[in-house]
């Protein structure tokens, strides 16, 4: 059964950094492009990075990019998301998701598993 379990979400003003990380189990993360997603209040999830199976290759919306950085440990089965300089726009509920090849991708719909979501929250 596989498990992603985000961490690290909260409540933050404007300008402030937060750490999002996501342990996974149950598959073979090495072998696991991941991505991060978001989805705020009345809106659809949308993508915000992923990062291939070696950590080779990153993705980023332009909304993040230069802010946000994605990382990985697959010695430690682990995902991270950096984000510095928030804004109460990147308010949102964030998803740790898992893809069954070594490439990422920016569509939902190509990622097999999710995990539950963590809130951050952004005042102004």
Do not use: H
């Amino acid at each position: 059964q596989v498990q992603l379990v985000e961490s690290g979400g909260g409540l933050v003003q404007a300008g402030d950094s937060l750490r999002l990380a996501c342990k996974a189990s149950g598959l073979t993360f090495s072998n696991a492009a991941m991505g991060w997603f978001r989805q705020a209040p009345g809106s659809a999830r949308e993508f915000v990075a992923f990062i291939n199976w070696n950590g080779g290759g990153t993705y980023y919306r332009d909304s993040v990019k230069g802010r946000f950085t994605i990382s990985r440990d697959n010695a430690k089965n682990t995902v991270g998301l950096q984000m510095n300089s928030l804004k109460p726009e990147d308010t949102a509920v964030y998803y740790c998701a898992a893809r069954k090849a070594y490439s990422g991708s920016s569509r939902d719909s190509d990622y097999a598993y999710w995990g539950q979501g963590t809130q951050v929250t952004v005042s102004s």
